[in-house]
């Protein structure tokens, strides 16, 4: 009998944890501590999945347990967790202010340091981090110190953060173990070291095996490297047990790069469809993969500005400026795309995605020399950045 994998052996603990808990905790009168408790491990298991579902009865829950017994501390912070996750990040805000200083708790201020960088306030974002790191030096809090310094190209220090993470996390913590290996895998990538990628994935299955999120990112960095039937052979297996868009975009990308746009537009249009659904159910996290997919596969310029628009009144960031200044350059409004993507390049991130694209469109408005720059630049970053552009 097959053994079975990390991941499957922590789902049917929480499983079982859940079915216990739902016993006592609906009892009446209700337990608001095992009701709590419940809550949380269904947001375990909601994020382990990656299933929108279950983070919709999570929300669902807390909603109910505010209406018939008030506000909850360690429930609002939870509140504010799942409206971060989503992109609502105006709720973020309301969820920490309903309790008196939870804003100023440890979880609360690294939250509202990941606001100041989802709302391009980077500054604030390192200032709120270094302090949350200082007080209270937990790995998470240490990841996410290094993800803004990897973002500001700050490599070395990145990962260094990740290092003394890992230093943080104990034998018993090995998903967290996980984490921090793929996050520095994720780095490495993202400067074209394929060599140190594998080998951070390789030790992330290793302390946490079946992973589907692990697997996601090896079929990415096969796809990479120009290992088509590898990768798709991949993908098809993640999405087989986690259907999620992204991904079927991903495979729908290889496909295309293999020459085979039927089964191709099979997946791209099962993408489509679901992040449309959820734009039309009123979600909003999919509005990035919309602009990406409009602008990157089917190259509708005015669909890609119209979805990165309403991305940028969400999170006004270089993410979604340089999101926008593509979309506008796919949209031949050249002279705006290069204005937007100076907005963009002013933040001072760093990366080879965002200096290619401010390289076409400098050189799409006449730019040359800097365009040129540009795309050197890009190089300088990731000498394997076009590699992906074959299927991205």
């Known amino acids: 009998m097959k053994r079975p994998t990390d991941y499957e052996i922590e789902l049917e603990r929480i499983d079982k944890d859940i079915s216990e808990l739902e016993d006592s905790a609906t009892a009446v009168p209700i337990d608001i501590e095992k009701a709590t408790r419940l809550i949380y491990r269904r947001y375990h298991r909601a994020s382990l999945t990656g299933n929108l579902t279950e983070f919709k009865v999570v929300e669902t829950t807390i909603d109910d347990v505010f209406n018939r017994f008030g506000l909850w501390a360690d429930l609002c912070l939870l509140k504010a967790n799942l409206a971060f996750k989503f992109h609502r990040l105006g709720e973020v805000k309301r969820d920490l202010g309903m309790v008196p200083r939870l804003a100023d708790c440890f979880q609360g201020r690294a939250l509202k340091a990941d606001l100041d960088l989802q709302e391009g306030r980077y500054e604030d974002a390192r200032k709120g981090y270094e302090g949350v790191v200082k007080d209270d030096p937990t790995w998470d809090n240490l990841v996410r110190l290094a993800y803004l310094k990897a973002k500001m190209g700050d490599i070395d220090g990145a990962e260094q953060l990740y290092i003394e993470a890992e230093d943080e996390i104990t034998a018993k913590q090995m998903r967290s173990y996980a984490w921090v290996q793929l996050q520095r895998g994720l780095l490495a990538f993202a400067h074209g070291r394929y060599e140190s990628v594998w080998a951070h994935y390789k030790r992330a299955n290793e302390a946490y095996s079946g992973y589907w999120l692990i697997d996601a990112h090896r079929a990415e960095l096969l796809g990479a490297q120009g290992k088509f039937d590898e990768a798709v052979a991949l993908y098809e297996e993640v999405i087989a ?102 907005l963009a390049l002013s933040s001072g991130v760093r990366g080879a995605k965002m200096f290619f694209q401010a390289g076409m469109i400098h050189l799409a408005a006449s730019r040359t020399d800097e365009g040129k720059q540009f795309l050197l630049e890009a190089a300088k970053i990731n000498p394997n950045y076009q590699d992906g552009l074959v299927y991205r």
């Open 241 to 342: 047990r986690v259907p999620k868009p992204e991904i079927q975009q991903a495979l729908g990308d290889l496909y295309l790069a293999l020459g085979k746009p039927d089964q191709a537009q099979l997946w791209h249009e099962k993408a489509l469809t679901a992040y449309l659904e959820s734009a039309r159910h009123g979600d909003v996290h999919y509005f990035h993969h919309l602009t990406d997919f409009y602008a990157s596969v089917l190259e509708n310029g005015a669909e890609a500005v119209r979805w990165a628009r309403k991305d940028l009144e969400l999170r006004r960031n270089s993410s979604t400026q340089a999101a926008l200044a593509w979309a506008l350059y796919r949209n031949e409004q050249f002279t705006e795309a290069l204005d937007t993507v100076h």
